[in-house]
Nanobody
Framework: QVQLVESGGGLVQAGGSLRLSCAAS????????MAWYRQAPGKQRELVAV???????NYADSVKGRFTISRDNAKNTVYLQMYNLKPEDTAVYYC????????WGQGTQVTVSS
């Protein structure tokens, strides 16, 4: 059974930092493309960052220069380091794994106060 379990969310002041983690089980982690999405209240879910199985990385324009995605295949974990957080980064952040099938975590809340 595939499981993606996010952690690391919380409440932080604007300008602060958080690191999200997503631990995967039940998949051959190294062959999956891993991504972070977020969904703010009343808005559609949007892609934040993606790291391919080969290590290629892309970011949404809104987070470039502030967020860093990385993966540790030995630990079956993908990370999202977030710096200089803004109130508009407030959302539920979801981990996503994709290859032939797609899997989602349950989400972790990130709240940035002004």
């Amino acid at each position: 059974q595939v499981q993606l379990v996010e952690s690391g969310g919380g409440l932080v002041q604007a300008g602060g930092s958080l690191r999200l983690s997503c631990a995967a089980s039940g998949v051959i982690f190294s062959i999956y493309h891993m991504a972070w999405y977020r969904q703010a209240p009343g808005k559609q879910r949007e892609l934040v960052a993606v790291i391919g199985s080969g290590g290629s990385i892309n970011y949404a324009d809104s987070v470039k220069g502030r967020f860093t995605i990385s993966r540790d295949n030995a630990k079956n974990t993908v990370y999202l380091q977030m710096y200089n957080l803004k109130p508009e980064d407030t959302a539920v952040y979801y981990c996503n794994a994709q290859r032939l099938r797609e899997y989602w975590g349950q989400g972790t809340q990130v709240t940035v106060s002004s």
